[in-house]
């Protein structure tokens, strides 16, 4: 069955330094996804990406964030300066559709900031 | 407001027992995706079910079932004969159009505690 892949599930980094997390969302999806989740709480989102551009972000989702998508098949989420407030989980997800169809995560990659 | 309401942080239910987690929704799009997750304590997020608006039957996977009630706006998960491997958190999540954005939102969770 087809799946979400995430590299790493989980990096130790100190602040400051720069994180990349990978994702390898199912082979025929279009719209791509970032969410985070801190611990205990809720699943935020973070930004949206479909057509090789980022289609929406929130308020999360600042200069210190970036995406792309570099050889047709990896996702990747940048942090460029990590602080110890971005330790969470964070969840790449794929959907075939754009609108109100299904939504696939990955296992998450767990990034704790020291 | 919040998109997604699910009143019940913490459920217990005794092994082989049915359960129902509660999530109501709110939105004023008549195109709509109500999916349900399960978060085991190892964290990756599990699709469960799916179940479009425009739907005239419930959606039902295995011993997950949705009861979607549309004028009420809710669409509860019901797990027949629970097991020790459902406990886990539970995600009610939404796609809806209004704006053109069809971002998935999610509920806070309910943390469902299966027990022998």
């Known amino acids: 069955e087809p799946e979400v892949t995430q590299t790493p599930s989980h990096q130790v980094t100190q602040m400051g330094q720069e994180v990349i997390l990978r994702c390898v969302p199912i082979?025929?999806?279009?719209?791509f996804y970032w969410y985070r989740q801190i611990l205990g709480q809720k699943v935020e989102f973070l930004v949206s990406f479909y057509n090789n551009e980022i289609s929406e972000k929130s308020e999360i989702f600042d200069d210190q964030f970036s995406v792309e998508r570099p050889d047709g098949s990896n996702f990747t989420l940048k942090i460029r300066s990590t602080k110890l407030e971005d330790s969470a989980m964070y969840f790449c997800?794929?959907?075939?559709?754009?609108?109100?169809?299904?939504?696939?995560f990955g296992e998450g990659s767990r990034l704790t900031v020291l | 407001a919040q998109k997604i309401t699910q009143t019940q942080p913490g459920m217990f239910v005794q092994e082989k027992e049915a359960v129902t987690l509660d999530c109501t929704y709110d939105t004023s799009d008549p195109s709509y995706g109500l999916f349900w997750y399960k978060q085991p304590s190892s964290g990756e997020m599990i699709f469960l079910i799916y179940q479009g608006s425009y739907d005239q039957q419930n959606a039902t996977e295995g011993r997950y079932s949705l009861n979607f009630q549309k004028a009420r706006k809710s669409a509860n998960l019901v797990i027949s004969a629970s097991q020790l491997g459902d406990s886990a958190m539970y995600f009610c999540?939404?796609?809806?159009?209004?704006?053109?954005?069809?971002?998935?939102?999610f509920g806070r969770g309910t943390s469902l505690i299966v027990h022998p």
């Open positions: 997800a794929s959907a075939l559709t754009g609108d109100t169809g299904e939504l696939f």
């Open positions: 999540a939404m796609r809806e159009g209004v704006g053109g954005s069809y971002i998935p939102t």
């Open positions: 082979s025929n999806h279009l719209y």
